[in-house]
């Protein structure tokens, strides 16, 4: 049987936004990891894991920093997962917030493991994303009819959001709380301010949800962060 390293997406934050194939594999795995930030402290992941089974639960640390710090943590924790196996572990699950196919630091720990061991089978198992969080507590129709959607990290800059307001009915913006200001006015700008909506701590007890064009057009907010911009709909079968 060859060892199976599994990716299992555990939704935003909210304990009951899990799927029961989720909980199963998290529950029968032989060892469950999950990612912590370099600063140590118990992440959402660990929190819905724990929600949902009473077992052991190992520390991955991944920097958020770019450089060799980053590729050293990747490096130490592809090696963690070597060592499950190596010590007669058969399967390892990798609980992480979202899904582990969107934006998820479960693509390096895969890309990484797959070197150390090379046998191994990669699987997933779907998470609910911020995104259908959002638009679910928020009342929010992603896209209908020949609407496109665009899905992307601010990471990549306000520029980048601005040419996808240009070219896409509904955009979806992750990591923009620390630059805010500037995400807020490329979307007013692009007079697509009204109807948007935004998100922060989806799933928590401190959950933060309202119109964008509430927000504070001065302030920053979390990195952990989602901004939803649809388009203007006529009615029904309007789009279509």
């Known amino acids: 049987m060859r060892p199976a390293l599994v990716g299992v997406g555990v939704g935003p934050g ?10 199963r594999v998290l529950r029968d795995a032989d060892v469950v990891v999950v990612p912590v930030a370099d600063t140590g ?5 660990e929190r ?25 943590a990747w490096d130490a924790a592809g ?4 060592r499950a196996f190596a010590e007669g572990s058969r399967t390892v699950a990798f609980a992480t917030i979202g899904d582990p196919n969107v934006y998820s630091t479960f693509t390096y720990l895969a890309a990484t493991v797959r070197t150390l061991v090379p046998e191994v089978e990669v699987r997933t198992v779907p998470g609910i994303t911020a995104m259908q969080a959002l ?48 995400v807020l006015e490329a979307v007013r700008d692009a007079g697509r301010l009204a109807g948007a909506v935004y998100g922060a701590s989806l799933g ?4 933060d949800i309202r119109p964008a064009a ?13 901004l939803i911009v649809t388009p203007p709909r006529t009615g029904r079968g309007g789009r279509l």
């Open 214 to 226: 509430g927000l504070d057009p001065g302030a920053a907010g979390p990195y952990l962060s989602a």
């Open 79 to 82: 090696a963690q997962v070597a």
């Open 14 to 23: 909210d304990p009951d936004l899990v799927t029961v194939r989720a909980v």
């Open 48 to 72: 819905i894991v724990r929600a949902h089974a009473e077992r052991e639960v190992r520390r991955l640390v991944f920097a958020l920093t770019d450089g060799p710090r980053r590729d050293g």
């Open 135 to 182: 638009a679910a507590a928020s009342g929010t129709v992603l896209v209908e009819g020949r609407e496109s959607l665009a899905l992307m990290p601010l990471t990549a800059g306000v520029d980048a959001l601005r040419r996808a307001l240009d070219a896409h009915d509904t955009v979806v913006a992750y990591k923009g709380g620390r630059v805010l200001p500037e």
């Open 204 to 207: 928590l007890p401190d959950e």
């Open 41 to 45: 402290e118990e992440g959402r992941a």
